[in-house]
């Protein structure tokens, strides 16, 4: 790694944020002499339902499972169309199979699906009929059956689409179309989780835009969003796409770095952090950036223990003049090793 204000470092651990609790006497009092207060719970917000939040019968489900289910269960219900005659109408029945089948396969599938029923059911009822039913009759009876299969379908397919959407922006910061922290810090529990598994090096990092207010206060806020635009697409076109971008709020960013080990993480953020500088000068923005990486050899204990440890850096590197890039490595098994850099 070069650059004069780029170090290296080694620790034998990462050091979290402390959160501290009030305390109280020893005797169960306060220092009024009252019994302490029971604490009052803070609520959190309920995540958006996702197809995960599905009834266990439906856990794990493939598509090609949902559409084997589907065709059987249609079968199952035009084999009872044929045996009840043509006086019980069967429409209702076959909007389970068609349902299952747009939910979980597409909305392709639940129309051909539909066509399929519609069909059956038409045929079913002729087949059972004493007598043929006039041409126009049987038309008009097809499309019933075909419109009533098809409002379902289109009304599923727009369901899932406003959940995407909804899902999308709920993960999605508006401002700069990157993660927002709650995407970012799922996305690390996946990757923490992963490298567990596998027993790859993770690198987590923190990024902060040097004098962001000052822009904000002498070009306004309007300016000031298209700095943190221009940092975010910046970002994401700089790094790769297993790598994670977020923007963990105000002007601080966060990048989860898969597979990267402390060496090519420092040579990576040096890389970032000059083409960062080249794009503010571009756009007449005098600003510089600020980081902090934590690279774990061996699984850290929690997405909180990386964050806090890769936060702490980045604000050693604000304390040390700003513009500058802090890298620890955190060796496998806690026992420190040779220290490198420029």
């Known amino acids: 790694m070069t650059g004069p204000n780029a170090r290296f470092f080694l620790s034998s651990g990462a050091q979290g944020r402390a959160r501290g609790t009030g305390d109280t006497l020893a005797t169960g009092e306060s220092s009024s002499g009252r019994p302490p207060k029971a604490p009052i719970e803070r609520l959190t917000p309920r995540p958006l339902p996702t197809r995960e939040d599905s009834p266990q019968l439906w856990e794990g489900i493939s598509p090609g499972g949902a559409l084997a289910i589907a065709i059987g269960l249609t079968t199952c219900v035009a084999v009872g169309d044929y045996v009840t005659g043509w006086e019980v109408n069967f429409t209702f029945l076959y909007l389970g199979p068609i349902g299952l089948a747009t939910w979980f396969v597409g909305f392709r599938t639940g129309g051909l699906l539909s066509v399929a029923s519609a069909v059956l059911s038409v045929a079913a009822d002729l087949v059972a009929r004493p007598s043929p039913l006039p041409a126009g009759v049987m038309l008009w009876n097809t499309a019933v059956q075909l419109g009533t ?102 002007d601080e960013f966060g990048l989860l770095l898969v597979d990267t080990d402390g060496p090519a993480a420092g040579a990576l953020l040096s890389r970032i952090r000059s083409t960062l500088d080249a794009a503010m000068a571009e756009n007449g923005w005098s600003v510089t950036f600020s980081l902090g990486a934590a690279t774990y050899l061996s699984p850290a204990r929690s997405v909180d223990e990386m964050m806090g440890r890769a936060d702490q850096l980045m604000y050693e590197a604000k304390r040390a003049g700003k513009n500058a890039l802090r890298v620890d490595v955190l060796p496998a098994g806690g026992t420190p090793g040779a220290a490198g850099g420029a």
């Open 149 to 250: 299969f098809m409002a379902l379908v289109l009304l599923l397919a727009a369901l899932q689409a406003r959940l995407a959407a909804e899902q999308h922006l709920a993960r999605t910061d508006p401002l700069t179309a990157v993660n927002n922290r709650r995407a970012f810090e799922e996305a690390a529990a996946v990757e923490l989780e992963r490298a567990r598994r596998t027993g790859m090096p993770l690198t987590v990092a923190y990024l902060d835009v040097d004098d962001f207010k000052r822009v904000n206060d002498q070009q306004g806020h309007s300016r000031g969003d298209a700095l943190l635009a221009t940092a975010a697409a910046t970002l994401r076109g700089a790094t790769r796409a297993v790598d994670v971008v977020g923007r963990l709020g105000g």
